[in-house]
C-alpha cells in the first residue's frame, strides 16, 4: 500500500497564508507528476495545481498568481504555497501522485482541511 502523507491544512482568514506538505515514496515520487487537488462540499474534486518530475508545472486558472507548486526531489516532498486565500478556496485537499509506466496508475492521500474564514 503506497502511503501519501500530507500535512499543513488549517483554518486561516482571507488574505492569508497556508503551506501543504505532501510525502510520497521515493521510488514513486522521482517518476511521479505530483499535483494537488481539492474538493469541497457538495462539489467534484478538481485539481488545484500539479508539477512534473522534470518541474514543469500547472495551475487551475482560480488560483494562478496565488498558489505555488514545489518539489523537493531528495525529500520527496511535493508543496503547495496557497497565498492571499479566500474563502471559496475552502475544501479538503488531497496529494496526488501519478506514474505512467506502462500504465497510469493513481495514488492519493488522505486528504488535508483548508478552512478559510474570518
Known amino acids: 500500500q503506497v502511503q501519501l502523507v500530507e500535512s499543513g491544512g488549517g483554518l486561516v482568514q482571507p488574505g492569508g497564508s497556508l503551506r501543504l506538505s505532501c510525502t510520497a515514496p521515493?521510488?514513486?515520487?522521482?517518476?511521479?507528476?505530483m499535483g494537488w487537488y481539492r474538493q469541497a462540499p457538495g462539489k467534484q474534486r478538481e485539481e488545484v495545481a500539479a508539477?512534473?518530475?522534470?518541474?514543469?508545472?500547472n495551475y487551475a486558472d482560480s488560483v494562478k498568481g496565488r498558489f505555488t507548486i514545489s518539489r523537493d526531489n531528495v525529500k520527496s516532498t511535493v508543496y503547495l504555497q496557497m497565498n492571499s486565500l479566500k474563502p471559496e478556496d475552502t475544501a479538503a485537499y488531497y496529494c496526488?501522485?501519478?506514474?505512467?509506466?506502462?500504465?497510469?496508475?493513481?495514488?492519493w492521500g488522505q486528504g488535508t482541511q483548508v478552512t478559510v474564514s474570518s
Open positions: 508539477i512534473t518530475s522534470g518541474g514543469n508545472t
Open positions: 521515493g521510488n514513486i515520487f522521482s517518476i511521479a507528476r
Open positions: 496526488n501522485a501519478r506514474t505512467s509506466i506502462l500504465t497510469i496508475t493513481n495514488y
